[in-house]
Nanobody, 115 residues
Framework: QVQLVESGGGLVQPGGSLRLSCAASRSIFSFYRMAWYRQAPGKQRELVALTVSGGTTNYADSVKGRFTISTDSAKNTVHLQMNSLKPEDTAVYYC?????????WGQGTQVTVSS
């Protein structure tokens, strides 16, 4: 089994930045896909950013140019750098990683963007 521990969320002002981290209990090379999702109250969970084993990344249109997903293989960690944050980015952010036939979710970390 894989455990994912997310951290880095918090309260930030509009225009500010946060860096989320997702520490995995095994090598990130075990996963062919790593992603961040978010869910605001009353709204559907949405894919924010993803990266695959070859290094390709993709982003939701709403965060393109502002968010960056990256990996640190030495620390088995996936990061989401969030810049130019907007109130609309307020949500619980979840890390998700996938192996063949199975995916895993973190517990979520709250991001609140407010003045």
């Amino acid at each position: 089994q894989v455990q994912l521990v997310e951290s880095g969320g918090g309260l930030v002002q509009p225009g500010g930045s946060l860096r989320l981290s997702c520490a995995a209990s095994r090598s990130i090379f075990s996963f062919y896909r790593m992603a961040w999702y978010r869910q605001a109250p009353g709204k559907q969970r949405e894919l924010v950013a993803l990266t695959v084993s070859g290094g390709t990344t993709n982003y939701a249109d709403s965060v393109k140019g502002r968010f960056t997903i990256s990996t640190d293989s030495a620390k088995n960690t996936v990061h989401l750098q969030m810049n130019s944050l907007k109130p609309e980015d307020t949500a619980v952010y979840y890390c998700n990683v996938a192996r063949v036939g199975t995916d895993y979710w973190g517990q979520g970390t709250q991001v609140t963007v407010s003045s």
